[in-house]
């Protein structure tokens, strides 16, 4: 044990929280805590915030705007933002493509693209799945055929989140067709401006607008928009999809939808005393807080042998695959603590400020929505079923 | 937390783990399991030699007080190879306690003998009647002049039969479920008065159950304050909870990659029995399981000293039990009916799991102790 670390990383917390408690805008922390929808807008808001300290960009190397963390520290940020019913960072920009472009971007890209990423300027959405490619990615079909210093792309994309206000698309593409079908992909950055692109709404089981498909029709994008060298886009996309998995165990996460279970439980009554002393669903809560410290005590484990300098790979999957299942329990538990008033559902509570309390307790409104909303976390970002295949394969041998 | 091993105990680690390997193959096992003793005595001095039963005791008194994180890692590498030897009774249930609450002459006389391996003290705080409740004590100590007098009977004493001393609570106030009251008394084992009946358990350990008939016990021998055991129980509990967890990491390790071999190697209709994706799912499951119950048992073992060090030890006992369940039935149902022939080692990790489930508390119990905080 090493006292003297830990110190570090509770002073390191202490700051957080503090911060978090100075700078939060009320109104968005509220649109947060009472699980409504955090509009686009508000999103930008905190992360101006965020950019005027210097934190938006943890994963970032600090000589591109990033902070000096360890991923430890980057954790225990997350962990505090989510706690602190911070709205969610747009990964797109920050988390996904910030980083491959100062991986592997030309000079040109970086000095583009970059800055408007970090001062929310510019938005970003991933153009991965197709309507035939799900959990199979690499079998993609949208094609893009070299016409002289241009890509034209043909194809869609499907299940991409925030296209509708998105500035730009960072899309795989097949450019190759005769190759193995991993090799001959590309990625390219397109601008949702570009003629021939359209985008059609697809409405969520809870009336929310989330997810869009993407239409190519002869899109002209210049070959200059191609991130790294061609039919190198897979092993590209597989770099972010590994970053990205660490954010996806979402303990932050998991830890307000606790406290908010908690606070719940307190509030309803069964059998003619406080649900939260009813001693079945006591121990409901107790198992599903017993999975999230397991989650948050692995997940703590992998970063530091990363930071001994020791590699921590695929079994990240492990994470990802508990992080998000126990999302969808945590919102199992808040459906039964509220019981049938559950049921009841406006859209507009999601959208706008509770002008008028929702039927059945200020807090019931939101759940089933939220709840409908998460079932996507074990499907989006490689399923649970893909996670399982990866850990077989890659950590066990299988 | 600190998930990383220092140095030091790296070396440990490995050390145990070479001497498991080495000299602990399974076969020796059937046979200390099968012998009257049910372990090594020649084994025992080595662990004293090498340092292992020191790790609670001050220098002072010969140990090597390496601390629980050490006890940790010797407890994880023991339950790699099933060892019998009664490592976790003596070192936490003896040394840890004795170390922590008894009074000096208690600990210069016996500390110096469990470092050396001479003498080995177990504890019984279980009643027939108390399931795994440490407050429950019906066993009756009343003073009688300038001695006590104890009355009553002892269950699921882990080691009794090798146990030179035994440290047990009694009542010496109160009704039978106060938490104020208890006692806690160090015993010879072969006090008059005192009437052990010992006996095997499925996993090829010592237990025993202990009557007491109006044995007389000096004041002198209360460990703690009069009255004012269960704390002290409480906290020996957690200590010796977080070990097992330990044991139990160790135990699911080698169960789990045995089976991992299995299916690597094993061909049905063709083809090896890993290439089945339903079966390298369960093994993902399985891998989960045991990736939680390790971190979650370090985090227990480093929040002995804290503040939440009841439900921190509890999560962990839960982890551990439920990780324990799934990977030693899966790894019987995964190996196949070769499993359940006693030949096979398998069988013997999955029944020393089954039976670290049920000590110290089952999930249930300790469920129960964690949402207290609610």
Redesign the interface.
Known sequence: ??PE??NDISVFRQQVKVFIVDNLPADIRRTVQEGRLVSPQETVRWQQILYRQGWVAPNWPVAHGGVDWSPSERAVFEEECAAGFCPPLNPMGLSMLGPLLIAQGSEAQKARYLPKILRSEETWCQGYSEPGSGSDLASLQTRAVREGDDYVVNGSKIWTSGAQSADHIFCLVRTDPEAKKQRGISLLLIPMTTAGISVRPIIGLNEMHFFNQVLFDDVRVPVLNRVGEENTGWSLAKAILGSERLHLSRTGENRALLMEL?EV?RQEYSDGQRL?DE?WF??K???A??RL???E??K??YL??VE?GQTVGP?IS?LK??GSELIQHFDELLLEAVGHYGLPYDPGWMLGPRSEPSIGGGYAGTISANRFRHKGYTIAGGSS?VQ??I???Q???? | MNFTLSEDNRLLQDSVNRLVQDTYPFTLREQLVASELGHSEALWRQFAELGWLGTAVPELYGGSELGAESTRVIAEALGRGLVTEPFLSTVVFGAELISRFAGEPIQASLLPAIADGSKQVTLAYAEPRSRYSPNIVELSATLDGEHYRLNGAKGMVLNGHSADFVVLSARTQGEYDELQGISLFLIDSDSPGLQWHHYQTYDGLRASELQLDNVRVSPNSIIGPLHGGFALLDEILDRATAALCAEAVGVMSVLFDMTLDYLKTREQFGQTLGSFQVLQHRMVDMYAALENARSMTIAATQSLDGDNRREQVSAAKIQVNDAGQLIGAQSVQLHGAIAISKDLAAGHYYKRLEAIAALFGNSDYHLGRFVQRY
Do not use: F, S, W
């Open positions: 044990m090493n670390k830990n908690l439980a939260i001693d006591r121990r809560i107790g198992r807080e017993l410290m397991a989650l005590y692995t703590q484990r530091q042998k001994a079994e492990l695959l508990q079923e399982k295949g850990v077989a394969k950590v066990l041998g299988l």
